[in-house]
C-alpha cells in the first residue's frame, strides 16, 4: 500500500506541469509542507522537476550564471587559439593535450548554460536531443580527469625517460590517447542511452524538462554511475601520485635535471588541484538532497549557492589557472586576449619541455 505522504508530493509535483496558475498557488503551498515534513521522500528527478515563480532575484542569478559561463567560455576559446596559433604548441604532446582540455571545456560549459537555461526557463525539448545534450555533457564531464591522468604521464615521461619522451609522447600516440579518454569518458552514459532504447524507446519522443535523471529507469543504472565515478577518480588520484612519487624521486637524484624535475612535480600537483576541483562537482546531486530537508525558502537560496560554489566555479577555474601559470603559453595567451596589442616572445621547445 502506498504511503499516502508519497502520493501527496508525487501529486504536488505532478501538477506543477498540468494545473492552472490560479491552482500553482495552492500546489507551492501544498509541496512547501510536503518538503518541511516528509522531503526525503521527493526524488531528485522532482527536486529538479520544482518550479518557481519568476522574480527579480531569480533573475539576476541566472544573469549572473549565463555571463559567468560566457566569460569563461570566451576565455577557453582565446586559449584555445592560443595555443593552436604556434606550431612548437601543436606538435608537443603536452600543449596538445591542454587543447584538448580546452575544446573538452568549451563544450562542456556551452551544453551546460544550454542546460541551465532549459531549466531556468522551464523549457520542454524532445528527450531525444535532451539525450544528446547530456550525452555531451557527461562525456566531457568525465573526459577532464582522464585527460589530467594522461598529462601527468607526459610529464612523468619527460622527467624520469628524457632520451626516450621524443619517441613515446609524439602527436599520433597523444591522438590514440584522446581517442581512449573519448572512449571511457562516454562508456557511462552510453550505456543508459542503451539501456533507455531497449527498455523504453518511446521516451525518446516525448517532451519533457532536460535531465540526465530521465535516462535512468532502472536501479542498477544508479550503481554503475556511482561505480563508473569511483572507478574513474580512483585511477586517476592513482595515475597522479605514482607520477608524483616518481618524479620526486627522481629529482632527488644527482643524475637528472633539478630544476625541470621540480617544475614537473608542481605541474603534477597541479594537476591534483585541478582533481579535487573535479571531485567537488560530485557532492553537487548530495549537497542538493541534503539541502531539501530544509525550509522551502532556505533551500531555494542554498541550492543556487551549491550550484555555483560547487558545479560551476571549478569547472572553470581549472583550465585559466592551468593555463596562466605556464610560463611560455602566458604571453601568447596575453597576446591574443589582448587582441594584439602587447608583444609576445616566441615560445620555445626548451621552455616547454620543462615547465
Known amino acids: 500500500m502506498e504511503d499516502p505522504d508519497d502520493v501527496l508530493a508525487s501529486k504536488a509535483v505532478s501538477s506543477i506541469f498540468h494545473e492552472s496558475p490560479e491552482t500553482t498557488v495552492r500546489v507551492e503551498a501544498t509541496l512547501k509542507t510536503v518538503m518541511e515534513n516528509r522531503s526525503a521522500l521527493l526524488t531528485l528527478l522532482q527536486i529538479q522537476s520544482m518550479r518557481y515563480k519568476m522574480t527579480d532575484d531569480r533573475i539576476l542569478k541566472v544573469s549572473l550564471v549565463a555571463a559567468t559561463y560566457s566569460i569563461f567560455i570566451y576565455l577557453n576559446c582565446v ?147 556511482v561505480a563508473f565515478s569511483v572507478l574513474y577518480f580512483t585511477l586517476v588520484a592513482v595515475v597522479l601520485l605514482f607520477t608524483y612519487v616518481s618524479i620526486t624521486r627522481e629529482a632527488r637524484s644527482a643524475s637528472t635535471d633539478r630544476t625541470s624535475a621540480q617544475k614537473a612535480m608542481r605541474t603534477v600537483m597541479l594537476h591534483a588541484v585541478q582533481l579535487c576541483l573535479s571531485l567537488m562537482t560530485f557532492l553537487y546531486s548530495l549537497f542538493e538532497v541534503l539541502l531539501s530537508s530544509l525550509p522551502l525558502a532556505v533551500f531555494v537560496q542554498l541550492r543556487f549557492v551549491n550550484y555555483v560554489v560547487v558545479l560551476l566555479l571549478p569547472r572553470c577555474l581549472s583550465p585559466l589557472i592551468y593555463g596562466l601559470r605556464d610560463q611560455s603559453f602566458r604571453p601568447v595567451f596575453m597576446y591574443h586576449f589582448t587582441c594584439g596589442t602587447r608583444s609576445v616572445k616566441p615560445a620555445g621547445l626548451s621552455g616547454l619541455v620543462a615547465e
Open 79 to 225: 586559449m584555445l587559439v592560443a595555443v593552436r596559433s604556434k606550431a612548437a604548441f601543436r606538435e608537443t604532446s603536452r600543449y596538445i593535450l591542454f587543447a584538448h582540455m580546452l575544446f573538452n571545456d568549451i563544450l562542456h560549459l556551452v551544453t551546460s548554460m544550454v542546460l541551465y537555461l532549459f531549466s531556468f526557463f522551464y523549457v520542454e525539448i524532445i528527450q531525444a536531443l535532451c539525450s544528446f545534450l547530456t550525452l555531451i555533457s557527461t562525456t566531457t564531464f568525465i573526459n577532464e580527469p582522464l585527460n589530467l591522468a594522461v598529462m601527468s604521464l607526459e610529464r612523468y615521461v619527460a622527467v624520469c625517460f628524457p632520451l626516450r619522451h621524443g619517441e613515446l609522447s609524439t602527436p599520433q600516440k597523444t591522438f590514440y590517447a584522446l581517442v581512449v579518454i573519448w572512449v571511457l569518458g562516454s562508456s557511462s552514459i552510453l550505456t543508459d542511452i542503451l539501456t533507455v532504447t531497449v527498455v523504453e524507446p518511446s521516451l525518446f519522443l516525448l517532451s519533457g524538462l532536460c535531465t540526465r535523471e530521465q535516462l535512468i529507469r532502472k536501479s542498477w543504472q544508479r550503481d554503475m554511475e
